[in-house]
């Protein structure tokens, strides 16, 4: 008769597994108990130093209500004697015509808020997931941080901001854009913001460039112009030197439109296919019309 001989679990092996099952639970107790408070300390430090920053930084922070006092260049348009047809636009550095937003297309107003700040109308004035994305995003490209500004973020940083990429502009224009948020409206936000963004070559403003690129109002421009009008302010100059990008960069902003519930599949893939031209060229910024800076 054969036995199986089953080797014994000798009595220091128990020992010793009891021993390291007890500190095992110990360990976390112990960890918690040192850390305290070093990390309350911690926490302390950092918080005064953070407020000693926001204070440093807010000592001369510009007035948030400039952005309703400050006075507006605006395009000098002269028309024919029957007052319809424009001959001639004369601005300085900067073509732009203003419009209230009650007069924008909703597809005008939806494709820009898709492409540049989805959560526009629920956030206080800064997306902090899109803020660390674009931080992390900067890292893996070793470049600088982009894609977190929200729509309030960057009027701060177009109307009274300078241009500078420095922490003290960003924490500026970040508690800038907290300030404006609390003394104006979504839609007052929106419209300035329509009214002050650089869509490439001069022009300023979503009506200036309705008008260079496509040779009509804003209020009459369908869904593929809106969406192209909305691709431009990332990089005005890249997508006008390339209808390529430009076209992919139209069609991403209909992908988006078309996920946030703004259009129906229907309306993006027709919209996609739609082929648009611009009627300006995109180093003169001669249009129909004739333009002419100061």
Request: no cysteine; proline share 4%.
């Given at each position: 008769?054969?036995y199986?001989y089953?080797?014994?679990?000798?009595?220091?092996?128990r020992?010793?597994?009891r021993?390291?099952?007890?500190l095992?639970?110990?360990?976390?107790?112990?960890?918690?108990k040192n850390?305290?408070l070093?990390?309350l300390i911690?926490?302390?430090?950092?918080s005064?130093f953070?407020?000693?920053?926001?204070a440093?930084?807010?000592?001369?922070?510009?007035?948030?209500?400039?952005?309703?006092?400050?006075?507006?260049a605006q395009t000098?348009?002269?028309?024919d004697?029957?007052?319809?047809r424009l001959?001639?636009?004369?601005?300085g550095?900067?073509?732009r015509t203003l419009?209230k937003?009650?007069?924008?297309?909703?597809?005008?107003?939806n494709?820009t808020?898709?492409i540049e700040?989805?959560?526009?109308?629920?956030?206080?004035?800064?997306?902090p997931?899109?803020?660390?994305v674009?931080?992390?995003?900067g890292?893996?490209?070793?470049?600088?941080?982009?894609?977190?500004s929200?729509?309030?973020?960057q009027?701060?940083?177009?109307?009274i901001?300078?241009?500078?990429?420095?922490?003290?502009?960003?924490?500026k224009?970040?508690?800038l854009?907290?300030?404006i948020?609390?003394?104006?409206s979504?839609?007052q936000?929106?419209?300035?913001?329509?009214?002050?963004?650089?869509?490439g070559?001069?022009?300023?403003?979503v009506?200036?460039?309705?008008r260079?690129y496509?040779?009509?109002?804003v209020?009459d421009?369908?869904?593929?112009e809106?969406?192209?009008?909305?691709?431009l302010?990332?990089?005005?100059?890249?997508?006008?030197n390339?209808p390529?990008?430009?076209?992919?960069?139209?069609d991403?902003?209909?992908?988006i439109?078309f996920?946030e519930?703004?259009?129906?599949?229907s309306?993006?893939?027709?919209?996609?296919?739609e082929e648009?031209?611009?009627?300006?060229d995109?180093?003169?910024?001669?249009?129909?019309?004739?333009t002419?800076p100061?």
């Amino acid at each position: 008769m054969k036995y199986e001989y089953i080797r014994p679990t000798s009595h220091w092996k128990r020992k010793k597994r009891r021993r390291f099952l007890k500190l095992g639970f110990k360990l976390p107790k112990v960890f918690f108990k040192n850390a305290f408070l070093p990390g309350l300390i911690l926490v302390i430090v950092g918080s005064l130093f953070s407020l000693a920053a926001f204070a440093w930084v807010s000592r001369d922070l510009p007035d948030p209500n400039a952005l309703l006092k400050r006075d507006v260049a605006q395009t000098t348009k002269i028309y024919d004697r029957t007052g319809e047809r424009l001959l001639y636009e004369i601005h300085g550095d900067k073509n732009r015509t203003l419009i209230k937003l009650e007069e924008i297309p909703e597809i005008v107003k939806n494709a820009t808020i898709a492409i540049e700040d989805q959560q526009f109308y629920k956030h206080q004035g800064f997306n902090p997931f899109r803020m660390a994305v674009g931080i992390v995003w900067g890292m893996i490209t070793k470049g600088r941080p982009q894609g977190g500004s929200t729509i309030t973020q960057q009027l701060v940083k177009n109307a009274i901001l300078s241009g500078e990429r420095t922490v003290g502009r960003k924490i500026k224009e970040l508690i800038l854009s907290i300030a404006i948020e609390q003394r104006l409206s979504k839609d007052q936000i929106l419209q300035l913001y329509l009214n002050e963004i650089g869509y490439g070559s001069s022009n300023y403003g979503v009506e200036a460039a309705a008008r260079a690129y496509f040779g009509k109002s804003v209020k009459d421009v369908d869904l593929a112009e809106a969406a192209t009008l909305a691709a431009l302010p990332k990089a005005p100059t890249t997508y006008l030197n390339s209808p390529e990008k430009l076209d992919a960069r139209r069609d991403l902003v209909l992908k988006i439109m078309f996920d946030e519930g703004f259009i129906t599949e229907s309306q993006k893939i027709d919209a996609q296919a739609e082929e648009v031209v611009l009627v300006q060229d995109a180093e003169t910024g001669n249009a129909d019309a004739d333009t002419t800076p100061l």
